[in-house]
């Protein structure tokens, strides 16, 4: 069965610190992953995608497969990117079905 | 951990026939439920907002006689997509916020609807 997991429902860092927001998932086949940020009021959006290995906005995710995650990161965290983030993977085996995970709600302190 | 579930996962029809989603919040009452449409590039859309007992809020661009949407109870809401076109074949998400907490949604897994 596909899952993700992101084990922190709530994350408080103050500006200009690193912040980590983790997703950890269970894949039997190779997975496709995603990061998805909704901002205040405002539609969910694509963030970045593993496949890319792009930084979006200073963030960046690296998929480990050995430790199945893919922890969202960004050295130096600024107010704009309070948000509620959500991690999901996308099941070739299935569909290209989207398995999110439950998201977690940044909170940046100025 | 809340559930939200799509019923059916895929499915594949004839161009002109309508096709109905289901999302079911499967132990936890939404009043309000999304739906998306994942379009290429994996990027997500919101299509409309469902607000159990009133009418759907539809995104800009989007057609409301087109994209029916329906929320009966407190744990579904459907999604009809009328007189479907090829054009229309996609990856439909929903999501849905558990009452009365306003900060978090649960997404389902995704319909996958192909047209013909």
């Known amino acids: 069965a596909q899952r993700v997991t992101q084990p922190e429902k709530l994350l408080s860092v103050f500006k200009g610190a690193p912040v980590e927001l983790k997703c950890n998932y269970s894949?039997?086949?190779?997975?496709?992953l995603f990061w998805y940020v909704q901002y205040s009021r405002q539609r969910l959006q694509l963030l970045l995608r593993?496949?890319s290995r792009e930084s979006i906005k200073g963030f960046t995710a690296d998929l480990n497969k050995g430790e199945t995650s893919f922890h969202l990161k960004k050295p130096f965290a600024q107010e704009e990117d309070s948000a509620m983030y959500y991690c999901?993977?996308?099941?070739?085996?299935?569909?290209?079905?989207?398995?999110f995970g439950t998201g977690t709600s940044l909170t940046v302190i100025p | 951990g809340a559930v939200v579930s799509q019923h059916p996962s895929r499915v594949i029809c004839k161009s002109g026939t309508s096709v109905k989603i289901e999302c079911r919040s499967l132990?936890?009452?939404?009043?309000?439920m999304f739906w998306y449409r994942q379009f290429p590039k994996k990027s997500l859309m919101l299509m409309a907002t469902?607000?159990?007992?009133?009418?759907?809020?539809?995104e800009q661009g989007v057609e409301k006689d087109k994209f029916l949407i329906n929320h009966a109870s407190l744990t579904l809401s459907t999604l009809t997509v009328t007189s479907a076109h090829p054009e229309d074949s996609s990856f439909y998400i929903c999501?849905?916020?558990?009452?009365?907490?306003?900060?978090?949604?649960?997404f389902g897994p995704g319909t996958r609807l192909t047209v013909l």
């Open positions: 894949y039997s086949g190779s997975p496709e």
């Open positions: 132990d936890f009452q939404a009043t309000t």
């Open positions: 999901a993977l996308s099941a070739e085996n299935t569909g290209n079905q989207f398995y």
């Open positions: 469902s607000n159990e007992g009133s009418k759907a809020t539809y």
């Open positions: 593993h496949i």
């Open positions: 999501s849905a916020r558990p009452f009365p907490i306003t900060d978090t949604q649960y």
